[in-house]
């Protein structure tokens, strides 16, 4: 067939445009591999190497052997986007996952999501002992450093190395976070270079991240630190701007810029998860049909359809709604909290007689009486668990109020991290111990998810404390109304509170382990 | 809208390549056969009124407008009409005159104009045969009508490798500044507005010499950029106006520096378009050169005489690169004709899928969606292009396809849309 004008063509070609992208993501992986050096470099390879043969096996089957370079910018973003902990052949694994995604959808120009970041997500669900590395607190390794200023507080992290330093460390990218996500120059120079290639829209870091910004600056101290420091800005630059997975036209780019935004504060705020890049892009993806449909150029010499972008914004709202009351819907029915008798059978064996509970803080007491004599007491209480949702357990407490036997009955922590604590394992590490049981992160923790056993010890001590005070005078003397007295409550408060002193690191948000 | 450029959104600047703007327009030497067709303009063919074995004078009238919507062919030498025969072009049938020349240059004497009336002007433009000169061929007739109020002077030539707007704004300023006054003073007109790029200082600095004395005519120098050349996008840069379809809508009228000239050398001579200032250019052509070039010219010949590198029988294109259109050895120019092009070895890259990285989109100056064409033409769908993405509105400027990184054949696809979705409509 005859070609039609026009007969020149511009010298942009989409490999020219990957070419881009990979110079301008130079800058990071240099970075990553000065700081995590090894590590670094067996996950970058590993993502680029298993992307590239995996872009070569989809297009044999395809029969299309036109090159473009996308599938090892793709390994290498998702590569940048790992933690320093994760080992090669997982990487390598994100890589396939990244690639096969992107084909399964019909190849380049027709996938949904953003290969590197659907591939970052099944390594979440896959490996999340790699992926949620949040809270070594001495800064070896880790997602995020967001996670640690949503969960350990920012005072802690500046207060250990001041706050000039604090500030040159994020600047450069000595911090915990993915390995390529870290260093605040290096992406600042990737980002120049594109926007000198004309190769992304220039606002699109500006939109975003003035997004996460504004909305954070409602609930957070420091909503500079919160917008910065978790993988925002590395999307900002390298994920958000994939042509793809974008919009087309710039109004709908600006509104997707600002949705995702929203999206990546709901799921952070909102969710267990550390930081929401991972599902704020991907939701963002899903809306990127619907943004196009409704967010048109005007034609020349037309007027624009306005009814359209009303259409949009009632879809978007409807969605953001749904997507709030989804994530933050708890259906209180599932568990009662009720007397356990079959953790009460092993605890005390059965035929045992009640007293009236007590209601103290939260907790639920049932001193316990067989054959007359005081055995101990049953409790029932809750403790805050890594997300919003949190853990409940009964807890056995002998009349010497030393814990007799432990249940985690119900909890949602993250799998194979957090949710440990329900090993019969370490729940029976517990017994034995009472409120001077010091905490011991080699024993009681567990690698990657030592806030929830932290938490949990809080919870214990209080709950034993109270146990102390309810019944300092032995059993006999219960008249089921408790028996401190005003002054006696506020020493006990006040020890509390000492005690939290002491541990500040542990204070996550003043509450501790109450349930509100 | 959201984003607003100072004249109008999109374009594209495409590479330059002027490698005849600095070359005087030459008078190509006579030939012995020329070819002319019964359509070399936008409506319906004129009617054939000579027969073989005629003789014929130069400016001799020998196609008539058939309706409103045509114009009249004349002969571009004098000679003997050898064969009259159906060719097709541009998909419609037409007729091709060839005549011999015998070099005697016999002249068809025609009467002048004394006074003139919007009307007699108007007719004499029909009978002539003038048509827009910039590439559209839109008779000009149908543009001249009573209540003009604007006469825009086209003189932006933003296609690539094309030069003759601009020698012809060099080097008959005088005579474009007359027929512009003749123009505006016959239909009673109260400005004159001359848009030119920037690019082309030479004639910017001419144009604004011989307007000093004229208050009424203004020089607007405009930025480079494609396609800054079509009606719309002119009026939108110079007036600040959107037309929907015709410039009538607003009191104005359109008319490149070609056809003016045209219309004062038929207002004065009394002439019709037997000639045309063509450049011939491209990385294929030995000398390029601005010629003068008499309608019906066969392409060889003129590629003769420029003489061309190496055999290019296939990658001749007639008019600019963006909008032309390829063209034979055997095909003859026309009054459209601005240009004859031999590019090089272009080397398009491989098509790929499109990635929508919205360029298209961004470069599109009518605010279209070019990308949503490649998607339904795939898919068939051709009135919905129209129904849902307004594809009436596509001027076919190319820039989305200029612009395209994947190399997706966009124009192919609008092409298909408007000719399927007709079709369908029916």
Redesign the interface.
Known sequence: M?????????N??????MKEVGIALLPCVVVSIYFYGIAAIEILLGTVICSFFTEIFWQNIKKDK?H?G?GVIAGLILGLSLPSTTPFYVAGIGGVIAISSKYIFG????NIFNPAILGRLFLMILFPMYLYQVNNFDGTAGVSLYPMIKYGGLTKIIGDLGEPLFYRDLILGNRLGSIGESSIIAIFLGYVYLVYKKSIKWESPLILLGTIYVLNSFVSPNPFLNMITGGGLFASVFIVTD??T??????G?GFYLVLMGIFIFGVTELTTQPTGITMGVLGANLMVPIINRYT???????S?PYIKLVKLISITTLVIIGGFYAITYKNENITPKGINYINLKKYFGSDVEFDDKITEDGFVYYPLKKDGLDIGTYVIGDSKGYGKKSIDFDLAIDTEHKIKGMTITNENETWRLGDQISSSCWQNQWIGRDSSYKFNKEVDGFLGATYTSKNLHKTFKKILKIHERLFESGYSNIDGTGGATYTEKSVIDEEIKKDKNIDETLDIDGVGGASD | ???KTTF??GG?H??EKEITSDKKIEKMPDVGIYRVTTLQHIGVPAIVIVKVGDRVKKYQKIGKAKGKFSASIHSPCSGKIIQIKKVHIKCREAEEITIENDFLEEEFKKEKLQNFTPKKLQELVADLGIVGLGGATFPTHIKLEDKLKTLIINGVECE?YLNADNRVMVENTNEIIEGIKILMTTFDMEKGIIGIEENKAEAIKKMEEAIKEYSEIRLQKLPTIYPQGGE?QLI?ALLKK???FLPKEIGAVTLNVGTILAIYRGVTYGTPIVERIVTVSGEGVEKPKNLSIRIGTPIEDVLNYVGIKEDVADKI?ACG??????IGKRGATSKGMNGI?V?GE?K???K????????C??V??????P?EYDRLAKKGKYQQMEKE??LS?CIKC?SC???????V?L??AI?LGLEKGRDEDD
Do not use: W
Request: glycine share 6%; hydrophobic share 35%; with cysteine.
């Open positions: 005859i070609k039609i004008a026009p007969y020149i063509s511009s942009n070609t989409t490999q020219k445009l036109t473009d996308s190849g380049l120009g027709k042509p793809v974008s919009p087309y036209t710039r109004l780019y048109p150029n005007r034609v020349f010499a037309k624009y | 809208m959201f984003f109008f959104r594209i495409p590479r690539p719309k939108k959107e037309i929907k294109i690169p963006m909008m032309g259109h390829k092009l590019l272009e398009f890259p491989p790929l899928s499109c990635i929508k990285c919205g360029r989109v961004d599109c100056p009518m605010g279209l969606l990308l993405f307004s509105s190319g396809e200029y612009i395209c990184p994947s190399q054949p124009m192919e092409f």
